[in-house]
């Protein structure tokens, strides 16, 4: 599990769940760091920095990461109940080529159980999203993994 520190100023629990879910996927060694969003809030979205070298000074300012590498942004978004997969996807892949390449985290939570399936497919078929090389789609409820579209940050 990477580290996480929690720099947002306001975040909601669904950004709160998605930044520990993915700090939870990545390496012990690396540090996640929420953020506001960078570029204005546009509805239930925030950044998460990936920084692959651990923090050896654990301080809560990303800008006292030594010799580090930061990933690129990925981006949460976060959908309401009754959005179908084609919107989810259409979202998604807007992220993907404008705020946020290196991938976006969807927490499906306020998604009802029975209605997620759909939005998986729709997700995982490459003709209705095509998830770039070096990105990553993360899907998630409730800190649960539903699938992961792509490769996460090496």
């Not at 809030?41 to 998460?48: E, I, K, Q, V, Y």
């Not at 009754?82 to 390449?101: D, E, F, I, M």
């Not at 770039?132 to 993994?145: D, E, F, L, M, T």
């Amino acid at each position: 599990m990477a580290g996480l520190i929690i720099l947002a100023t306001n975040p909601s629990p669904s950004e709160q769940q998605s930044a520990h879910f993915m700090a939870a996927l990545l390496r012990p060694n690396w540090t996640v760091v929420l953020k506001d969003p960078s570029g204005g809030r546009g509805g239930n979205t925030a950044d998460l920095a990936i920084y692959t070298g651990g923090s050896t000074n654990n301080h809560a300012n990303d800008d006292d990461y030594e010799n580090e590498t930061q990933t690129q942004p990925i981006d949460i978004y976060t959908p309401a109940r009754g959005t179908g997969g084609q919107a989810v996807a259409q979202n998604v892949a807007t992220k993907l080529s404008n705020q946020a390449p290196g991938g976006v985290c969807v927490d499906l939570s306020y998604i009802p159980p029975g209605s997620r399936a759909p939005i998986l497919a729709t997700l995982n078929n490459p003709n209705q999203l095509n998830v770039p090389r070096r990105a990553v789609v993360i899907v998630h409820a409730n800190g649960q993994q539903l699938g992961i579209i792509g490769v996460l940050p090496q």
